[in-house]
């Protein structure tokens, strides 16, 4: 069987949508696609291996060994909306940490945004330049490569982010990057929470190794996980075939546009085709209130609904002896749980004096 899609990638990009986890045509800005580099990821990026690659250290003040993720904003106009939502998912980061970077925090993480010198905002692209370069314009040549840049999408429900950090990343091998809609709904502020745990290299829970033993995922009820696989079948792939390779390789579901890739499960904590693995931390115990753990609710047909059978995973209820009897939906984890805390705490320990 001849498989059309790509098997290589580029930088690690995880969708978080309610809808479609699409990018989508927008009038507010000059952009009709996301740069190909965006939706994909690997090849091309020095590979570090399988380890998880946090931020690195970057503290111009020595003795305090901040790692400090300095970020621009793709276009000023998107700045103007997107700057109070960003902030307020840092805050609330912040906040779950015992405040900012500090021997009492643990934790060694700041933000910077980019500026010119007269204190003005500097865009991650020249203004003007979109047309010649788009979607956005000219990347902006004062700017380091491996900045986060924040982009604007025009779908309001979604939103996603690169994983960790890569060395040697550009326009063409994929930078550093968020993106979300300019009026993105702040009542849903911990998704964008759960793209900056991205962001620092967190993956997703209910992709462990162990999530059977803790979560069930309900494949029939991922938004157009039957489309896709009718779709498989009709190009010839035996619905087992077609089942199990949606279940279990990204590539494949993205090719029959089902995010079942944000559902494969590691192996040995590792995720990813084998030139381009990526990480998860299973040291500690698998955290159900992990922000990185989606809600039933997550990618579901019928989001709203609040049915089991309308879940696309659910929780294992299980009696005395440890037997599962039964599962059950859960809500949206809205702050970074006690392991999430720990988990920057881990790979972003307090390293000053
Ligand atoms: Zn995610």
């Known amino acids: 069987m001849k498989l059309p899609f790509a098997t290589t990638y580029l930088l690690i990009l995880l969708t978080c949508s309610l809808a479609s986890p699409q990018y989508a045509q927008s009038s507010d800005y000059n952009f009709s696609s996301p740069p190909s580099s965006l939706v994909e ?19 111009p003040v020595a003795s305090r060994k901040l790692t400090v993720i300095e970020f621009c ?23 779950a940490l015992g405040g900012e970077a500090g021997p009492h925090s643990g934790h060694s993480i700041a933000f910077q945004e980019t500026f010119y010198s ?22 902006n040549p004062v700017l380091p490569s491996h900045i986060l840049q924040i982009m604007p999408v025009s779908d309001r429900d979604s939103a996603v982010a690169s994983v960790g950090y890569r060395v040697g990343v550009n326009l063409e091998n994929g930078r550093h990057s968020m993106a979300f809609a300019p009026d993105f709904d702040v009542e849903r502020i911990y998704m964008l929470v759960h793209e900056l745990g991205h962001v620092f290299g967190m993956m997703h829970e209910h992709q462990r190794s162990d999530r059977d033993d803790f979560v069930q995922i309900n494949w029939p009820a991922i938004s157009g996980y039957e489309t896709g696989l009718q779709a498989a079948m009709t190009e010839g792939f035996s619905k087992e075939e077609a089942e199990y390779r949606l279940q279990t390789e990204e590539a494949f579901g993205k090719y029959f546009n089902v995010p079942t890739g944000d559902f494969n499960k590691a192996v040995n904590g590792i995720l990813g085709p084998p030139d381009d693995p990526y990480t998860i931390d299973e040291s500690s115990p698998y955290d159900i209130d992990s922000l990185m ?55 972003y320990p307090w390293r000053g004096a």
């Open 118 to 139: 007269d204190g003005t905002p500097l865009p991650c692209y020249i203004p003007g330049t979109a047309q010649n370069h788009p979607p956005y314009g000219q990347w």
């Open 293 to 347: 753990n989606y809600a039933s609710a997550h990618y579901s047909l019928a989001p709203d609904s609040g049915d089991a059978k309308d879940a696309t995973i659910l929780k294992w209820v299980k009696d005395e002896s440890g037997n599962k009897i039964g599962s059950v939906p859960y809500p949206h984890n809205t702050a970074p749980s006690v392991g999430d805390v720990a988990w920057i705490r881990k790979w």
């Open 73 to 95: 904003f793709a276009l000023l106009p998107f700045r103007e909306q997107a700057l109070f939502r960003f902030m307020m998912a840092i805050d609330i980061w912040i906040n």
């Open 41 to 59: 990821r690997g090849a091309g990026v020095s590979n570090q291996g399988n380890i998880l690659r946090p931020w690195p250290v970057n503290d």
